[in-house]
């Protein structure tokens, strides 16, 4: 009986039989939600990554097509991969900020070049595919001009402008939000002089978000805003790191933001985890956050782990794994799939919907979206579950009256599609296995996108590199191929003897860098190589 009541319950839910088998005999009590279209909710500012934090992925850009593209679609296309919604960058500073330096658009003052690095060609790939993607930013490291070496300063909020005119008028570009330094405490009167500097230079509508800290008290700040109006009216959005990680919001943070008018974001949380451990904590992190915290846009760090391996965190909390650019070979984490129970269900500008945002009886979070246009999806995760659940769900108001797909996760297959789901008399029911992720959603389109990536091969060796190939550098952001700086940058650039091209470090004083920074210093290679020999031709310069 037992057997034929699992076979029952696992037809109407659409699940495999390896799946079948995970599922416990008993079934617990019935959880009943309402979804009312005239509930009302927060807005939903999206779910997605970080670029950054490092040379995150600095190798992505000396793919072979097509699988940089296919990298790329993989994270970045609506309803193919994760289709993330939402996409903060490092604004490059030329110091090491943990897996290493991106070069800068202003080595010195004065300087000015907007074609250095990859992050520009990161924004514009990602925009292109997804129009809809919401872009923000920040500096972890700057240039040791700045301030004579203060970060807080009004050389910083200058830094910052010029690099947004950059993205607009060279790149056609806008960020949606910016903030004020990544994890480097608070500074109320640099705010208040980034919106003053922002607003006389044509960036009016662009909304700035602080103070993006991890450690305890990251949120006292929001407390002086009340009593000080010019730091209110500085700080559009109330932010902080690792609230699922880490320390999280209190209740009375909470309560201070409401009251004040202002979103709450986790603009960086991480989820160092293996496997689908990783897949189902990613789903919770985004559900937790917006019901126990009040969170309308969260972002992981981070997106492609275009690095080499033996660089930190190289392989735990990324979506995809891109070492090797000579061979073309990648490989796709499950974590990619927690995006796509979001992304590829939701788009920014929709409401989470009051009262259909909970944790489960039984263990696990669902959380429900609404589109202006009455479209609704229900994502839920039932890690902490003992057994199945069924939940029933009511309707009223203006929802969509639509069949819903459903999509599933669980260790043995990710992102499968089930049989979908009826209404009837605005009632729908569904049974949900322990340890296993589900979408439903009224919208259509959904896909597990996926591509036959090359075998892997090793470093090519050996290897020679003269620098000549690079007849237009600008079109390579100045970086050579295969190598990753550390700290400072190396460039391609003219030899001081003018008979060719040679690769220079461009850094000529210390920077206010976010981690250890040392001598200027970058690699390349295969972590694997035991003996070698290296051998170069050195121009040393004065001065």
Request: with cysteine; net charge negative.
């Amino acid at each position: 009986m037992n057997k034929l009541r699992k076979l029952i319950i696992g037809l109407v839910i659409g699940l495999s039989l390896p799946a079948l088998a995970a599922i416990p005999y008993s079934y617990g009590q019935e959880q009943t939600i309402r979804l009312d279209g005239n509930a009302g909710g927060k807005r939903f500012d999206g779910i997605g990554v970080v670029n950054g934090g490092g040379a995150t992925s600095v190798l992505l850009k000396d793919y072979p097509e097509p699988q940089r593209s296919q990298i790329l679609n993989m994270v970045y296309k609506p309803k193919f991969g994760a289709s993330v919604s939402a996409l903060l960058v490092e604004i490059p500073g030329d110091g090491n900020s943990t897996q290493g330096s991106m070069p800068s658009h202003q080595h010195v003052r004065g300087d000015l070049n907007y074609s250095r690095g990859y992050t520009w060609w990161i924004l514009k790939e990602a925009k292109r595919r997804n129009p809809r993607l919401t872009l923000d930013g920040t500096a972890w490291s700057a240039p040791g001009w700045i301030g004579n070496g203060k970060f807080w300063s009004q050389d910083a909020a200058d830094y910052y402008v010029s690099w947004l005119k950059g993205l607009r008028n060279v790149y056609g570009l806008e960020l949606t939000a910016i903030g004020c330094r990544n994890e480097k405490g608070a500074d109320y009167d640099f705010v208040k002089r980034l919106r003053r500097t922002l607003d006389a230079n044509g960036f009016t509508n662009l909304r700035i978000h602080a103070f993006d800290n991890w450690n305890a008290g990251k949120l006292n700040f929001v407390k002086d805003m009340a009593s000080d109006k010019e730091l209110r009216d500085a700080i559009d959005i109330v932010s902080g790191h690792v609230f699922y990680q880490g320390i999280p919001v209190s209740a009375e943070e909470k309560a201070m933001a409401e009251q004040l008018g202002k979103p709450i974001w986790n603009t960086e949380d991480h989820v160092y985890r293996k496997g689908f451990d990783c897949l189902i904590s990613l789903v919770e992190c985004f559900n937790e956050n917006y019901i126990r915290y009040g969170v309308t846009k969260i972002v992981n760090w981070y997106d492609i782990a275009g690095i080499y391996p033996l660089e930190p965190y190289a392989e735990d909390p990324p979506t995809v794994l891109a070492y090797e650019p000579w061979s073309g070979h990648f490989r796709v984490r499950k974590a990619l799939w927690g995006y796509a129970h979001y992304g590829q269900f939701s788009e920014v500008g929709w409401e989470y919907l009051n009262d259909a945002c909970t944790d489960l009886a039984g263990g696990g979070s669902l959380v429900t979206l609404k589109s202006p246009q009455g479209d609704y999806s229900v994502i839920i995760e039932t890690k902490d579950a003992k057994e199945a659940q069924t939940l029933h769900f009511t309707l009223s108001g203006p929802l969509s009256g639509e069949d819903l797909c459903v999509w599933h996760s669980n260790e043995q297959e990710q992102f499968v599609r089930l049989n979908d789901i009826a209404v009837r008399d605005n009632e729908f029911t569904i049974t949900v296995a322990p340890d296993a992720v589900y979408s439903l959603s009224t919208t259509t389109g959904q896909q597990k996108g996926s591509y036959s990536a090359p075998a892997s091969r090793p470093f090519p060796f050996p290897y020679f590199e003269t620098f000549e190939q690079y007849e237009h550098p600008e079109h390579y952001g100045y970086l050579p191929r295969y190598t990753a700086d550390i700290c400072g940058a190396f460039e391609i650039a003219d030899r001081p003897d003018g008979t060719g091209k040679c690769m220079r470090q461009a850094v000529p004083a210390p920077t206010i860098s976010w981690a250890p920074d040392w001598k200027p210093y970058t690699i390349i290679g295969d972590s694997a190589w035991t003996d070698y020999e290296v051998s170069a031709d050195v121009i040393p310069q004065s001065g």
